[in-house]
């Protein structure tokens, strides 16, 4: 059981680590880091949140381990406060910390669809299917006051371009109308992260988001809408979650997912010292064992940054750990893959088709 001390009520993190980029420091004190809610627990200030005014909402990738070139983020940071977030290092281009900061101010693309039907109306655009999102979830909780993320598959549907996303909120299943009519003409694919069956420790760990039991009724009900949906076990936590890989993938299978894929956990930059703060609160008695199983498959280390094996790690445990998931992908034939996406649909927003 995780014994919880010096935390901030509802986050995933009450550090705030220094901004590898910024000279000075800001310290909060006690009463503005944790506030009071006079019942003798801490909690963090509100969330903010803050227009973001970039005149480009489409990141192109050329990492080659990731399966996708396009992508969008309607959100930079997420209220998720996920306590592993890779993501968390983006916040730090923003003058803001890895930490706190990174699940409590939340920059908002306002204009977001806008951009996006301006960018696939380009002369020169094909229709290359868009991945949302990417770094940071689609469906954190304002996106449910918002509804950024569902304008934007609006404009996909509009102008039948492929669209593929990730999230680990049931709030996706708002937009089952958009995504089942998406998916009868293959022009979409669902990934639902799920990390663990362990209610509580998704709770303390993922504070922010859809209990697992709830993610798995999504991934239910996306596929009985006849909407492809890949189970993403990531990331696997050596000593923490790994060893509930084969009842993820049955569990996976039950609920009729298509596919599934794992990647072991990657801890760059802040997020090596954010976790570990995670495990001292949480599991202290296991919070050595846990870091080294990490070191084991990242050759000594918390991070390998390389492309051959940052998602899957290296060495003999990561080995173990990768064999156990595909006798069991392949025993529950979750092993085959993504349906493949129609990207000849595509017609720009103008509704004229293109000769060349």
Known sequence: MPTRSNEIKGRGTGESPKNRFEKIQIELDAEEK???????????????????????????NNSPDIPYRWSINPYRGCEHGCSYCY?????????????????QKIIVKQRAPE??????????????????????????????????TRQILEIMLQTHHCVTMITKNALIARDIDLLAELAKQSLTGIAISITTLDPELARIMEPRTSSPAARFRTVKELSSAGIPVHVNLAP???????????????????????????????????????????LENNYP??????????????????????????????????????????????RCKLDGGMPKLDESLFTPPSGQLRLF
């Open 34 to 60: 944790y506030g009071d809610d006079n019942e003798g627990s801490k909690r963090g200030p509100k969330t903010e949140f803050f227009d973001d005014l970039s005149e480009s909402v489409i990141t192109e």
């Open 285 to 330: 008695t296991q919070k050595e064992k846990i870091l080294n199983r990490i070191r084991a498959t990242r050759e000594g280390k918390l991070n390998n940054t390389d492309f051959k094996s940052r998602m899957r790690g290296s060495g003999i445990l990561a080995d173990s750990i990768l064999q156990t998931f595909k006798i069991w992908a392949k």
């Open 87 to 103: 993501a968390r290092p983006y916040h730090e281009f923003l003058g803001l910390n890895a930490g706190l900061d990174f699940e």
């Open 236 to 278: 696997m936590i050596p000593g923490l979650n790994d060893h509930e890989l084969p009842q993820l993938i049955q569990a996976a299978a039950d609920h009729g997912a298509v596919s599934v894929g794992m990647q072991i956990v990657r801890l760059p930059g802040a997020v090596a010292d954010i976790f570990s703060h995670w």
């Open 115 to 148: 951009l996006v039907r301006q960018w696939i109306s380009k002369p020169k655009w094909t229709g290359e299917r868009l991945a949302l999102s990417g770094v940071t979830d689609p469906y954190q909780p304002v996106e449910a006051k918002l509804k950024i």
